[in-house]
């Protein structure tokens, strides 16, 4: 099992308060977000991780460098992270993860680690982490049918539809991988760069079973705005602190 980390942005809605700093490495306390989901890779004797970088990439670079603890670290540039989006971002790591088994990760995902657990346990070749609540305008939503299947995925569905959000997190079989690519290319193609990934995903559903796991029991916030970075260190991260799940 690998790993891929998309951690290329810009985070233009974080600004001015990062301006210099790449959003995954924001301390969240002791550590970066990056380097809290590398502990947790490495809590599941995950080996390998590519990360795509794009904005201020020398930062994380230096800071992770080609080894983290136990873990092989690889890198792939976007050059275009200012114009494109996570679909050009996991289109440029498809000769990494291609006919592989892999762990996917937005890098400004704050989680306790055993979410990863959750996904890995999941009797699915395919399983992405869903909470189950109520979604705005601005998440990406899935809907499920009665056995969990994921039938749409994207943020332009019907809130009242939908069983909740997909954190960011997910696990993707070997199986799917080269529909996945193509369904990547066909967005590119038709100018859609600035899409984010799920678009692609949402292209497979009719051909493959991805699953939602409910993981809403599990602290996690995606940081996006100012907000969502308060949050983060004032009432997240002190519940995976104290998390026993």
Partial sequence: MKAVILAAGAARRLAPMINSTPKC????RDKSLLEKQLDALQFYGIEETLIVVGYLKEQIIEKIGNRYKTMNISYVENPLFGST??????????????????LYFNADVLFHHSLIGRLLEAPHETAMGVEVKHCGEEEVKVIVDDKQRIRRIGKK????DCLGEFVGIAKFGASLT????????????EGQQMSFFEAAVDRILDRHALYAVDISQIPVIEI???EDLERARQQIYPKIVNFNG
């Fill in 25 to 28: 490495l924001i301390k969240i």
């Fill in 85 to 102: 989006n996570t679909v050009y971002s996991l289109w440029l790591a498809r000769e990494y993860f291609a006919n592989q088994d892999f």
């Fill in 157 to 160: 569905i019907n809130p009242a």
């Fill in 178 to 189: 080269a529909d996945l690519i193509n369904a990547l290319k066909a967005v590119i193609d």
């Fill in 224 to 226: 996006d705005f100012p």
